[in-house]
Nanobody, 121 residues
């Protein structure tokens, strides 16, 4: 079992920055077996979308809408994954969720509870 807890959400003005963190806890074996960690977001009336992800070897992916503005990073020693969000826009407003995925057997996909990000003047 892996537990994920997000933090760092809040209200920010357009053009501002926020840093989200996701702390993973659970059995050492499970945390070490995570193949990919990602950040997703969901706003009212829309489907959840992948924002950014990072693999265990450091390969990253970003949605086109956030490229150049968001940066994902992973701290293996602290079992955390962070999302630095700069130049925020009102359309970035959403609940942001962290997830942890293992592709190899036994596979799993754990989700955090989410943290609200609101971008408004």
């Amino acid at each position: 079992q892996v537990q994920l807890v997000e933090s760092g959400g809040g209200l920010v003005q357009p053009g501002g920055s926020l840093r989200l963190s996701c702390a993973a806890s659970g059995s050492v074996l499970s945390i070490g077996a995570i193949d990919l960690m990602g950040w997703h977001r969901q706003s009212p009336g829309k489907e959840r979308e992948l924002v950014a992800s990072i693999t265990r070897v450091g390969n990253t992916y970003y949605a086109d809408s956030v490229k150049g503005r968001f940066t994902i990073s992973r701290d293996y020693a602290k079992n955390t994954v962070s999302l630095q969000m700069n130049s925020l826009k009102p359309e970035d407003t959403a609940v942001y969720y962290c997830n942890a995925v293992r592709f190899r057997i036994p596979t799993y996909n754990y989700w955090g509870q989410g943290t609200q990000v609101a971008v408004s003047s």
